[in-house]
């Protein structure tokens, strides 16, 4: 069972513009959340991660909020480029899934000039 | 500053053969972890290995199977291929000390191709 959702495969969004990725997950346990970016023929690449003992994190134009209570974290980059064009995966980790993590199936952004 | 390193970078073999995938973490690094992504599909974890050891595994089958060596590096091995394990193979490596955080760097992958 698909306990990470990413529920929009795909964002369209004009370029300096904010996008705002979502995701949804189903085990209380998880505890660690993390964005990965993907571009083709490449490995995902750590964008940002947020620990479950805070509600926000950012880092230069990607900022995270997570809602425990809704089981919702989402990702919002301000202002968007389209170098940001990529496929961004939602990644969860917890005390009861060890050392795994467990990935959503991916948004795939794409940023219009 | 190698990042994590993965060879081949692509393999085509026929049902019923074996693979071997290879695997170099990021310097540094003391932990290995395996996922395969289908298409359209998150990564979804196979196994991790830390001291040579198989430390957690998840849902796949026993034709999967892998090895860490002293330098770190890891291989994964699949037996009796069928046409369901075509995927991407991707390895993550990280340091134990921080596994709390979790920060898995990934490699390239292994497109990996089943006739």
């Known amino acids: 069972d698909q306990q990470v959702k990413q529920n929009s495969p795909s964002l369209s969004v004009q370029e300096g513009r904010i996008s705002i990725l979502n995701c949804d997950y189903t085990n209380s346990m998880f505890d660690y959340f993390l964005w990965y970016k993907k571009y083709p023929a490449e490995g995902p690449t750590f964008l940002i991660s947020?620990?479950?003992?805070?509600d926000k994190n950012e880092d230069g134009r990607f900022t995270v909020f997570l809602n425990k209570s809704a089981k919702h974290l989402s990702l919002h980059i301000v202002p968007s480029q389209p170098g940001d064009s990529a496929v961004y995966f939602c990644?969860?980790?917890?005390?009861?899934?060890?050392?795994?993590?467990?990935f959503g199936k991916g948004t795939s952004l794409l940023v219009t000039p | 500053d190698a990042g994590v390193t993965q060879s081949p970078t692509h393999l085509i073999k026929t049902r019923g053969q074996q693979v071997t995938l290879r695997c170099s973490p990021k310097s540094g690094h003391d932990t290995v972890s395996w996922y395969q992504q289908a298409l359209g599909q998150g990564p979804q974890f196979i196994f991790q290995?830390?001291?040579?050891?198989?430390?957690q595994r998840g849902n796949f089958p026993d034709r999967f199977s892998g090895h860490q060596f002293p330098n770190y590096s890891s291989e994964l091995n699949v037996n009796a291929l069928l046409l369901g394990d075509s995927a991407l193979y991707l390895c993550a490596s990280s340091l134990a000390s921080t596994l709390g955080w979790n920060e898995q760097f990934f490699g390239p992958g292994t497109r990996l191709t089943v006739l």
């Open positions: 947020i620990s479950s003992i805070k």
């Open positions: 990644a969860a980790s917890g005390e009861n899934s060890g050392y795994a993590l467990n």
């Open positions: 290995y830390y001291e040579e050891e198989e430390r």
